[in-house]
């Protein structure tokens, strides 16, 4: 099987649903001319043309609102919103239209829209710029919400987001675009709701998603090494949960490590954590623990940056936490 980046995988994901959907377009800052800020969309101009490939202005609450429009009569459209940290600007859009929509008439009318949001700190972006914000976006009913770690995720669950009847919010690690991993040739699709066993261990269950997901494999490499074998279980979608592979593993192992780059305060692990203490309490043999990033504003400082959220060392202790 061949392997390209993260970065590719999503540019193959969005050119494969544009040809073989017409109804499929592409919106954002910068997505025609320039070819995205990430250089996802380079050369779609050209191929699409400018009435599927738009470049907007710097208005995120106004394009994500005609990209809300134009699913309710029947297009697809994928928004790019550069930074997730802009989406707040647009939540109306995303929060009283889209995910109400289907809901408040009575299934007469679906959003079949992707909004693509790159998220996540450790790129010097400072604090307006490095925030990891799908706690906002899950705690929403009406919206689904994926955050694929490797790229062969990132290519099969785009391509299932955008054939979606219902509103999907992709967040994107922009420090994943680089990566590189395996995807096949021929077309794939990962289905949303369905978490992924990356790696199978028989004493500890570590949750994870997205970035934090690489950083989880390297620690159970090393905690092997120690004679611990952890499971890593990677949610890819966080809304729909797959709670069955989490019961399944949580069984098995009995403790648990839920991780996330986010700030702790009233992250999504939290949810996972309850979740398992609600409904997989008689399996446990420790109180779950969350492993997150520090509940301040991500600094601009490069030394400072790298302390705020978790890495392979964090993971690792918190494993060992468990296992006192």
Known sequence: MRTITYGQAISEALREEMLRD????????????????????????????????????????????????????????????MYVDFTPVCMDAIVNQAAKMCYMTGGQISVPLVIRAPGGAGR???????????????????LK??????????????????RDPDPVVCIEHKLLYATRGEVPE??????????????????????????QVLFALEAAEELSAEGIEAEIVDLRTLVPLDWAAIESSVKKTHRVVVVQEAVKRGGYAAEIAAQVMENAFDYLDAPVKRVAGLNVIPPFSPGLEDLIYPHKQDIMQGVREVLR
């Open 22 to 81: 017409r109804s499929v377009l592409i919106m954002g800052e910068d997505m025609g001319v320039l070819g995205s800020v990430f250089g996802l969309t380079k050369g779609f101009l050209e191929e699409f043309g400018p009435l599927r490939v738009i470049d907007t202005p710097i208005s995120e609450s106004s394009f994500t609102g005609m990209a809300v429009g134009a699913a309710m009569r029947g297009l697809r459209p994928v928004v790019e919103i």
């Open 124 to 142: 010097r972006n400072a604090g307006q710029h490095s925030q990891s914000l799908e706690a906002l976006f899950t705690h929403i009913p009406g």
């Open 145 to 162: 919400v994926i955050a694929p770690a490797t790229p062969y995720d990132a290519k099969g669950l785009l391509k299932s987001a955008i």
């Open 186 to 211: 021929e077309e794939h699709l990962v289905p949303l709701g369905k978490a992924e066993i990356k790696r199978k261990g028989r004493d500890v269950t570590v949750i994870c998603y997205s970035r």
